[in-house]
T-cell receptor, first 112, second 112 residues
Framework: DAKTTQPNSMESNEEEPVHLPCNHS???????IHWYRQLPSQGPEYVIH???SNVNNRMASLAIAEDRKSSTLILHRATLRDAAVYYC?????????????FGKGTLLTVNP | KAGVTQTPRYLIKTRGQQVTLSCSPI?????VSWYQQTPGQGLQFLFE???????NKGNFPGRFSGRQFSNSRSEMNVSTLELGDSALYLC???????????FGPGTRLTVT
């Protein structure tokens, strides 16, 4: 599986935007970029995914670099409920890769 | 729509025993995946089932097994429990493809 690199931790203030970076220099043409997050004492939660173009949904935005070697998850206005571990994951859309390979993720702390 | 449910939520077993965990996916979802989460190893993929067939398996010993029923409900079994099997076991379901997985709250297994 192609590897992703994320900072171990980041801090933000409530109601400010948060940019969570992810490097994936070995990404292949068929890899989708997925983001999941895990709140304390809960299972992971799907956030967003994309292939080449930037994506928006009700939870967040995903900005993908033109060369696709990096991406950024954007939380437009952080709330205390956004404090979680955020995982950036590559998933091959071809073949039979049905699993999610989680790295260590980024622990996001949101200050009131 | 009800989410993914897992039973039991908490379980204490002794070494050498076996355990069966249950997962009910979201209605209409045919793919069920299982993950193990520990503080040391993080989230690791166990196996994935689709229409009662195991499609992918992670790097776990044969003591870990699973199955899926015709109604998509899934069970995983761990035989001859070891202390290192103490973990949070998470089940995730998705409709058909690999893009979004919805996780349950997990079963916390403690082996003494």
């Amino acid at each position: 599986d192609a590897k992703t690199t994320q900072p171990n931790s980041m801090e933000s203030n409530e109601e400010e935007p948060v940019h969570l970076p992810c490097n994936h220099s070995t990404i292949s043409g068929t890899d989708y970029i997925h983001w999941y997050r895990q709140l304390p004492s809960q299972g992971p939660e799907y956030v967003i995914h994309g292939l080449t173009s930037n994506v928006n949904n009700r939870m967040a935005s995903l900005a993908i670099a033109e060369d696709r070697k990096s991406s950024t998850l954007i939380l437009h206005r952080a709330t205390l409920r956004d404090a979680a571990v955020y995982y950036c994951i590559l998933r091959d859309s071809g073949g039979s890769n049905y699993k999610l390979t989680f790295g260590k993720g980024t622990l996001l702390t949101v200050n009131p | 729509k009800a989410g993914v449910t897992q039973t039991p939520r908490y379980l204490i077993k002794t070494r050498g025993q076996q355990v069966t965990l249950s997962c009910s996916p979201i209605s209409g979802h045919r793919s069920v995946s299982w993950y193990q989460q520990t503080p040391g190893q993080g989230l690791q993929f166990l196996f994935e089932y689709f229409s009662e067939t195991q499609r992918n398996k992670g790097n776990f010993p044969g003591r870990f097994s699973g199955r899926q029923f015709s109604n998509s409900r899934s069970e995983m079994n761990v035989s001859t429990l070891e202390l290192g099997d103490s973990a949070l076991y998470l089940c995730a379901s998705s409709w058909a493809d690999i893009y979004e997985q919805y996780f349950g709250p997990g079963t916390r297994l403690t082996v003494t």
